[in-house]
C-alpha cells in the first residue's frame, strides 16, 4: 500500500524554465515532508522539507508547497539547471515516528 | 567528513547464502537506518537503531536482521538469501529522527 505516491515517472523541462513535481500522499497524520534528490550511484541527499503547521517553504530556487486539504505537495525549482537533472523523492513522516514513507520518484531532465 | 559509508557496492549471491551489508558513519549520529529500494519502487525502512545497543524494525524487516554494538557502525544481516531481497540498499544516519541526515551511496544486491 503505497502511502506516498508520484504519479509522474519522468519530467522534462527547458534550462531556465520552472520544474514542477508532484506529490500526493493518503494518510492524514503524516505531519512532515521532504524532498530528497538522487543521482545514479549515489544515495539521496535532503533537498528541502515542510511541516504541516506551513503551506511554504522556499530555499534558494527550491519552494516546497504543501496543501493539506488535498493532501498534496509540489516542489519548484526556479529556474531548472542542468545540473538540476535527476531523480527526486517526495517522503513523509508523522512526527515522533522513525519512519519516512518514500513515493516511487520521479525522474526530472532539464535540457539545455 | 566520510559521511555514510556502505560496503560492498555490489553483490551477486546464491539462494541460501548469507552475508552482511557494512555501514559507517563518521558524524556521531545516534540514529541510523537501513532501507531497500526494489526498481520502480520508493525506500522502504527495514531496520533502525535509535543509539548504540538499541534496534527496532520498520516496514519490512523479514529476512534481515541488525546489531548497533557502537554509535560508528550498523550492519544488515541476510541471513538465507532469496530472490525477493534482490533490491539496492540504503543506509542512513541523523542526529533525529526521521532520516534527514546523509545517506550511503548504497549496496546493489542480487540473488540468483
Known amino acids: 500500500d503505497q502511502q506516498v505516491k508520484q504519479n509522474s515517472p519522468s519530467l522534462s523541462v527547458q534550462e531556465g524554465r520552472i520544474s514542477i513535481l508532484n506529490c500526493d500522499y493518503t494518510n492524514s497524520m503524516f505531519d512532515y515532508f521532504l524532498w530528497y534528490k538522487k543521482y545514479p550511484a549515489e544515495g539521496p541527499t535532503f533537498l528541502i522539507s515542510?511541516?504541516?503547521?506551513?503551506d511554504k517553504n522556499e530555499d534558494g530556487r527550491f519552494t516546497v508547497f504543501l496543501n493539506k486539504s488535498a493532501k498534496h505537495l509540489s516542489l519548484h525549482i526556479v529556474p531548472s539547471q542542468p545540473g538540476d537533472s535527476a531523480v527526486y523523492f517526495c517522503a513523509a513522516s508523522v512526527s515522533g515516528a522513525n519512519n519516512l514513507f518514500f513515493g516511487t520518484g520521479t525522474r526530472l531532465t532539464v535540457i539545455p | 567528513n566520510a559521511g555514510v559509508t556502505q560496503t560492498p557496492k555490489f553483490r551477486i549471491l546464491k539462494i541460501g547464502q548469507s552475508m552482511t551489508l557494512q555501514c559507517t558513519q563518521d558524524m556521531n549520529h545516534n540514529y541510523m537506518y537501513w532501507y531497500r529500494q526494489d526498481p520502480g519502487m520508493g525506500l522502504k525502512l527495514i531496520y533502525y537503531s535509535v543509539g548504540a545497543g538499541i534496534t527496532d524494525k520498520g516496514e519490512v524487516p523479514n529476512g534481515y536482521n541488525v546489531s548497533r554494538s557502537t554509535t560508528e557502525d550498523f550492519p544488515l544481516r541476510l541471513e538465507l538469501a532469496a530472490p525477493s531481497q534482490t533490491s539496492v540498499y540504503f543506509c542512513?544516519?541523523?542526529?533525529?529522527?526521521?532520516?534527514?541526515?546523509?545517506f550511503g551511496p548504497g549496496t546493489r544486491l542480487t540473488v540468483l
Open positions: 515542510i511541516s504541516s503547521i506551513k
Open positions: 542512513a544516519s541523523s542526529y533525529s529522527r526521521g532520516g534527514l541526515g546523509g
